[in-house]
């Protein structure tokens, strides 16, 4: 993974909790905020920054990710999207920038499609990639599995991660990494989070009030005029490829397009088409373009 040094960083206070943000770049341009999945941290994105030449790029970790303070669900301060997506508001105002393009992937979706429904004048672009905006029973499995292996703890977090990685890639990024990279990345995943399975919990659990609450604000969502990408991957096993066309029909300004040989991990999978057609939409700001 290449170092990187940001041109600006810091925490955001939370009353008692941080959250860790970098800037990276060299100013005076349009920055792409990049939406961390549930299983990422800021560093994640480095490799990728050469891909985004021309913009600077914002990261930050949700509370519970990378440099972050750890979270925890309580009944007097649940973790919620909202307040993720407020995170990236205040960090904005922080930095005195106006507008962004922002770029959710799989966990940062969620936290995107909050942002755009509370702040939508503060976005240029909105792109989505491995999300949904439905009742799906099949997200509703995963996600309880999901849980279930979690209060497992440390003698069954090793099984949580390979059931992860066994569902999120497709078949051509699995044929082609070899064996041991893949192990790599599991590992480090692993060894991430064995210490913070409980944010890990606090974070899956923010989403249900989310989808609690989706059926009254769908109107809210439809309200974003924001031009908007979504780019699915069509070997998508973790969120069905109908739900995230479906989001199509949620925003006015949008487009779907279904990324071939690609799981859920879009960007890393195909980067040769993902990051190409991103930047093509960030240029243009036309979804129908």
């Known amino acids: 993974m290449a170092e990187r040094i940001p041109r600006a960083s810091g925490f955001l206070a939370d009353n008692e909790y941080r959250v860790w943000w970098e800037l990276h770049g060299?100013?005076?341009?349009?920055?792409?905020?990049l939406l961390n999945g549930l299983a990422m941290h800021t560093k994640a994105w480095y490799p990728?920054?050469?891909?985004?030449?021309?913009?600077?790029v914002?990261?930050?970790?949700?509370?519970?990710?990378?440099?972050?303070?750890?979270?925890?669900?309580?009944?007097?301060?649940?973790l919620t999207i909202p307040r993720l997506a407020g995170h990236l508001r205040a960090i904005l105002d922080h930095l005195a920038?106006?507008?962004?393009?922002?770029?959710?992937?799989?966990?940062?979706g969620f936290v995107a499609l909050e942002f755009a429904r509370l702040y939508q004048e503060r976005l240029h672009t909105l792109t989505l990639s491995g999300i949904l905006l439905s009742h799906e029973r099949t997200f509703e499995l995963y996600q309880a599995m999901?849980?279930?292996?979690?209060?497992?703890?440390?003698?069954?977090?090793?099984?949580?991660?390979h059931y992860l990685y066994e569902k999120i890639f497709g078949e051509r990024f699995l044929r082609s990494t070899p064996p041991e990279t893949l192990e790599a990345m599991r590992q480090r995943f692993e060894d991430r989070y064995v210490e913070r399975i409980h944010s890990l919990v606090s974070l899956t659990l923010a989403q249900n009030p989310f989808f609690a609450a989706l059926d009254e604000l769908l109107p809210a969502y439809r309200a974003v005029l924001t031009p908007t990408l979504i780019l699915a991957g069509e070997q998508d096993r973790a969120i069905p490829i109908w739900a995230q066309a479906s989001l199509a029909d949620v925003f006015p300004c949008s487009r779907f397009e279904l990324v071939p040989e690609a799981g859920h991990v879009v960007y890393l999978e195909r980067r040769d088409l993902f990051f190409p057609r991103l930047r093509r939409f960030l240029t243009s700001r036309d979804p129908q373009g």
């Open 146 to 161: 999901s849980l279930r292996l979690y209060a497992g703890g440390r003698e069954l977090f090793p099984l949580y991660t």
């Open 58 to 78: 914002l990261l930050y970790d949700y509370l519970g990710q990378g440099a972050s303070s750890d979270c925890a669900t309580s009944p007097d301060e649940p």
């Open 97 to 108: 920038l106006e507008r962004v393009h922002v770029m959710g992937v799989s966990y940062g």
């Open 26 to 33: 060299e100013g005076d341009r349009d920055v792409v905020c």
């Open 48 to 56: 990728f920054l050469d891909d985004l030449a021309g913009y600077d």
